[in-house]
């Protein structure tokens, strides 16, 4: 199936309370991205109502008739497919979503009406627990993240919404403190590839936090101690790009090696080298650094994903 014709189911799965949609709302043109969708379980067909604005629906010979409660008003003949409402399978659509990020744990499983368990994967050294948020209207966020935190614990969550719910920035702030994210599900979708991927887990603070005293520093939340060669070098390279001045010298490296260990022996090429590799295991992503030939080193991230303190 095109996951180009999931953006509309998710659009209209954000009416509150949920219900039946005719095919006209559904807004899918092409009779066999239609019938796609009633094979892979995501639409659900229901019996025709029998009334419709008080009037009675009467079908007869193939032809179906709205007939009013007052006499005196006309009978109105309608389309019969106009009458066949249909329904969104949350339950489906929620687990085509685990299957499509290849989530792990329990099963998907409804912890609300509007909200779905769909799985979890490894973060890192931690646990990231997914679920989807249905019905804008239902309850706010952090009461969804404090319903999915009983059901299954995780040290991170990623809560999926079908639209961009644009939470405010409170709410945002709250959630970061419990390692949360939100992400809209529409914008997830690659229409033209025919993809969607779930990103790596991130806040959207900064990427890396390096804590010169402590010798810390975390990395999309993944926190680690590092020894103090290390440590003085990624504090170096940090502060460079927090002030985006550029390039730290291998002299200048070698200088802070030598205040962090407080030894007095000139550090060479090839030991500038070893801290650099092993820093560069450390932080699982060798691109983050960059070797500038005959100048020096460059940690490749903005001033606004880098803090130092």
């Known amino acids: 199936m095109h996951l180009a014709l999931i953006r509309p189911l998710l659009r209209l799965s954000e009416h509150y309370p949920p219900g039946w949609h005719d095919r006209q709302e559904l807004g899918v043109a092409s009779e066999a991205e239609f019938r796609s969708l009633l094979i892979s379980g995501l639409l659900q067909q229901r019996p025709p109502p029998s009334l419709v604005n008080d009037a009675l629906v009467v079908f007869q010979e193939g ?57 979890s994967r490894s973060t890192g050294a931690d646990r990231e627990g997914v679920c989807l948020a249905r019905g804008r209207a239902a309850g706010d966020l952090l009461d969804l993240l404090g319903v999915a935190r009983v059901h299954e614990p995780a040290p991170r969550w990623t809560l999926l919404t079908p639209t961009d719910w644009a939470p405010a920035a409170n709410v945002l702030m709250h959630l970061e403190h419990f390692q949360t994210r939100v992400l809209a599900l529409e914008g997830l979708v690659d229409g033209a590839r025919d993809t969607i991927t779930l990103p790596a887990f991130r806040l959207s603070g900064p990427r890396m936090s390096v804590d010169e005293e402590g010798r810390t520093v975390t990395l999309d939340g993944d926190k680690q101690v590092l020894p103090s060669r290390e440590a003085a070098v990624l504090a170096a390279l940090a502060r460079e790009a927090v002030s985006e001045a550029g390039v730290v010298s291998r002299d200048r490296l070698a200088k802070a090696i030598e205040d962090a260990t407080g030894s007095r022996e000139r550090q060479h090429e090839e030991q500038i080298d070893t801290v650099m590799s092993r820093l560069r295991s450390r932080l699982g992503d060798p691109d983050l650094i960059r070797t500038h030939r005959r100048s020096g080193y460059s940690l490749q991230l903005s001033a606004a994903e880098v803090e130092v303190f």
Do not use: K, M
């Open 63 to 119: 032809r179906c008739f709205l007939v009013p409660a007052d006499p005196w008003e006309e009978v109105e003949e309608v389309e019969p497919e106009s009458l066949h409402p249909f329904e969104i399978d949350f339950r489906v659509l929620a687990c085509l979503f685990r299957n499509a990020f290849d989530l792990q744990g329990p099963p998907v499983r409804e912890l609300t009406p509007f909200l779905y368990w769909l799985g």
